[in-house]
């Protein structure tokens, strides 16, 4: 159960929708029992949680918001009610941790709280998601994880970037932040993978999310999911094999993770008919020896793979021609067409 002292009953309106709520302050021996849900971020650094324990401290930090999955409540009179179904933090999580810490510390918080009843996941999600865009404080890292909750083609991706059949299983980072194991983003994960489908359909947006609800399912409809996994996998496997990406020790450093050089290389391998064998991605064995050797570490290779704007286009141009270098005939034979039905979305900066 948790407690709730100076509470009133309220009723709000949320997406025109009409809510019974409770409005009031956390009791702080109930802090430990508010549950932190699947689809929320992770606990800030201890720093940024101490300046969240100072400003409960010393004065007043805005309510946090929960859900209770169910209805069951009893009122106490003067303003206290006790809650007796499971209550998730919908928004709060970092102050919430921090009321806990400064109890822990001697010093009760005044947390105040608006507590949704009869909510569920579905709902708490789209509310979480509804409070935070267009903050900086949440990741669309963490949006397209959640997404795999109600949309099949990120829930197929999601859960393959965690699969042990995936070259890179747990390594890409679908949190507020990277961790010390991870490779790449969540977002740029599914700008590559998308990139690298897109004579297949819509995979040219610059928008993470959309491609997550629009771009990727239309692919899927088209080649199965098993083809395009295996896709993905081919892909990150080459780039292992030929430049070893799995044993950096510093990823900022590594060419062959910069978002740039993997869009540039899915984007030629997708633009060329000689690595794909219906809607397989097949690396001919020449041509994959000859990608082997091409100058990763140059300093202008370097430049172009951490730089902006139109260095995808050169890096491109420069990978085409080393694998044509040396041939007289047997070049790589561009696509004559553009897969239709592209999506439209706004450059999305990665986090």
């Given at each position: 159960m948790?407690k709730v002292?100076?509470?009133?009953?309220?009723?709000?309106?949320?997406d025109?929708?009409?809510?019974?709520?409770?409005r009031?302050?956390?009791?702080?021996?109930?802090l430990?029992?508010?549950?932190?849900?699947?689809?929320?971020r992770?606990?800030?650094?201890?720093?940024?949680?101490?300046?969240?324990?100072?400003?409960?401290?010393?004065?007043?930090?805005?309510?946090?918001?929960?859900?209770?999955?169910?209805?069951?409540m009893?009122?106490?009179?003067?303003?206290q009610f006790?809650?007796?179904?499971?209550?998730?933090?919908?928004?709060?999580?970092?102050?919430?941790t921090?009321?806990?810490?400064?109890?822990?510390?001697?010093?009760?918080?005044?947390?105040?709280?608006?507590?949704?009843?009869?909510?569920?996941?579905?709902?708490?999600?789209?509310?979480?998601?509804a409070?935070?865009s267009?903050?900086?404080?949440v990741?669309t890292n963490?949006?397209?994880?959640?997404?795999a909750?109600?949309?099949?083609g990120?829930?197929?991706?999601?859960?393959?970037?965690?699969?042990?059949?995936?070259?890179?299983a747990n390594?890409?980072s679908?949190?507020?932040s990277?961790?010390?194991?991870?490779?790449?983003?969540?977002?740029?994960?599914?700008k590559?993978?998308?990139?690298?489908?897109?004579?297949?359909?819509p995979?040219?947006?610059?928008?993470?999310?959309?491609?997550?609800q629009?771009?990727?399912?239309k692919?899927?409809?088209?080649?199965?999911?098993?083809?395009?996994?295996?896709n993905?996998?081919?892909?990150?496997?080459?780039?292992?094999?030929?430049?070893?990406?799995?044993?950096?020790?510093?990823?900022?450093?590594a060419?062959a993770?910069?978002?740039?050089?993997m869009?540039?290389?899915?984007?030629?391998?997708s633009?060329?008919?000689?690595?794909?064998?219906?809607?397989?991605?097949?690396?001919?064995?020449?041509?994959?020896?000859?990608?082997?050797?091409?100058?990763i570490?140059?300093?202008?290779?370097k430049?172009?793979?951490?730089?902006?704007?139109?260095?995808?286009?050169m890096?491109?141009?420069?990978?085409?021609?080393?694998i044509?270098?040396?041939?007289?005939?047997?070049?790589?034979k561009?696509?004559?067409?553009?897969?239709?039905?592209e999506i439209?979305?706004s450059?999305?900066?990665?986090?």
């Amino acid at each position: 159960m948790i407690k709730v002292i100076n509470g009133a009953l309220d009723i709000v309106t949320i997406d025109g929708e009409e809510r019974l709520a409770i409005r009031g302050v956390i009791d702080p021996l109930s802090l430990a029992s508010i549950i932190t849900p699947g689809y929320q971020r992770e606990v800030l650094t201890d720093g940024k949680i101490d300046v969240l324990k100072k400003a409960l401290a010393t004065s007043r930090v805005p309510d946090i918001d929960l859900g209770m999955r169910g209805a069951n409540m009893q009122e106490e009179g003067s303003g206290q009610f006790l809650l007796m179904d499971q209550i998730f933090v919908i928004d709060g999580l970092q102050r919430r941790t921090a009321a806990q810490r400064l109890l822990q510390e001697g010093t009760p918080p005044h947390l105040g709280a608006l507590i949704h009843l009869d909510t569920n996941e579905d709902w708490e999600r789209r509310r979480f998601e509804a409070l935070n865009s267009g903050q900086t404080n949440v990741s669309t890292n963490v949006i397209l994880r959640n997404l795999a909750q109600d949309n099949v083609g990120a829930d197929l991706v999601y859960k393959f970037s965690n699969s042990k059949r995936f070259i890179l299983a747990n390594r890409i980072s679908w949190k507020q932040s990277m961790g010390r194991g991870d490779l790449l983003t969540g977002i740029m994960f599914y700008k590559v993978i998308a990139r690298l489908h897109s004579h297949l359909g819509p995979g040219r947006s610059t928008d993470a999310k959309a491609l997550a609800q629009s771009g990727i399912p239309k692919i899927l409809s088209r080649i199965g999911g098993r083809a395009f996994i295996d896709n993905v996998n081919t892909f990150f496997t080459f780039l292992n094999d030929s430049y070893g990406i799995l044993d950096v020790s510093y990823r900022q450093h590594a060419v062959a993770l910069k978002g740039n050089f993997m869009m540039a290389l899915a984007g030629i391998f997708s633009d060329y008919e000689e690595f794909w064998v219906g809607n397989r991605l097949t690396i001919p064995a020449d041509l994959k020896r000859k990608l082997g050797t091409f100058a990763i570490t140059d300093p202008y290779v370097k430049e172009l793979a951490s730089s902006g704007g139109r260095t995808t286009v050169m890096l491109e141009n420069l990978l085409i021609t080393h694998i044509n270098s040396g041939k007289r005939t047997r070049h790589l034979k561009r696509r004559d067409y553009i897969a239709p039905e592209e999506i439209d979305g706004s450059s999305e900066q990665e986090d």
